[in-house]
C-alpha cells in the first residue's frame, strides 16, 4: 500500500516544521520521524520515506512548496559522492584481513570509520553490495592478499562448506528409496 497517498497537506506541513525545529536545536531528525509516526500511526520509516521524497519533489518544484506554505530552505540532502574503485578494494581489503585476524566485519567497519556512525553504515552497504553482486572482484582482492602472503578470510568458503553441510544432512534424513532417486536424479545431470 502507497502510504504517501495517505498525507494530508496539514500533516506534511507539520512534518517539514518538526523536522526543521530539530534542524535548529541541532538534533537529528529522526526525532522528528519519531514524534510524527506517533502523531499519524505510520511507521518511522514510513515517515522518513515521505519526508524525503516530498523534500526532492519540493526541491525540483519549489512553487508547490511555496503555494502550500512549507519551508524548505533548511532541507538539504547530502550530495551522492560515489565510491572510487581503489576505496571499493582498500575496504574489501580492510575487512576480509581483518577478519582473518579474528575481528567481526562490523568491528572492522567501525575501525575504518574511526566510530563515525553514517560512515560505518555506508561502508557496510557497499561491502554487502560488493559481496553479492561483484564476486569476482573480492576474488581479486583476496588473491592479491594472499599473493603477498597476508592471511585473508574468504567469505564465499564458508558459504559453500555451508551449502555442502546441508546437502549432507539432506541426504541423511531421507529414507532409502528417496535417497537412490535423488542420487540418480544427480547422475542424469
Known amino acids: 500500500m502507497n502510504n504517501q497517498a495517505n498525507w494530508t497537506i496539514e500533516q506534511t506541513k507539520q512534518l517539514f516544521e518538526m523536522c526543521d525545529n530539530m534542524r535548529k536545536c541541532g538534533k537529528g531528525l529522526s526525532a522528528a ?3 510524527m509516526s506517533k502523531r499519524t500511526g505510520k511507521s518511522v520509516n514510513s515517515v522518513r520515506n515521505y519526508y524525503y521524497a516530498q523534500a526532492k519533489t519540493f526541491e525540483l518544484v519549489p512553487e508547490v512548496a511555496a503555494k502550500l506554505g512549507i519551508k524548505t530552505h533548511g532541507v538539504k540532502r547530502a550530495a551522492f559522492v560515489p565510491f572510487t574503485e581503489k576505496e571499493i578494494d582498500s575496504l574489501i581489503e580492510h575487512i576480509l584481513v581483518s577478519k582473518a585476524a579474528g575481528k567481526s566485519v562490523r568491528a572492522a567497519i567501525l575501525e575504518l570509520s574511526k566510530g563515525d556512525g553514517k560512515l ?10 560488493v559481496l553479492v553482486a561483484h564476486r569476482d572482484r573480492v ?5 592479491k592478499i594472499e599473493a603477498r602472503g ?8 564458508r558459504s559453500k562448506a555451508d551449502n555442502f ?10 529414507d532409502h528409496d528417496r535417497a537412490k532417486k535423488f542420487l540418480d536424479l544427480i547422475e542424469k545431470l
Open 33 to 35: 520521524f519519531g514524534e
Open 120 to 129: 560505518a553504515l555506508r561502508y557496510q552497504n557497499k561491502y554487502r553490495s
Open 139 to 143: 576474488e581479486s582482492v583476496i588473491n
Open 150 to 157: 597476508d592471511k585473508c578470510f574468504n567469505p564465499y568458503a
Open 165 to 174: 553441510d546441508r546437502l549432507t544432512q539432506y541426504l541423511a534424513a531421507l
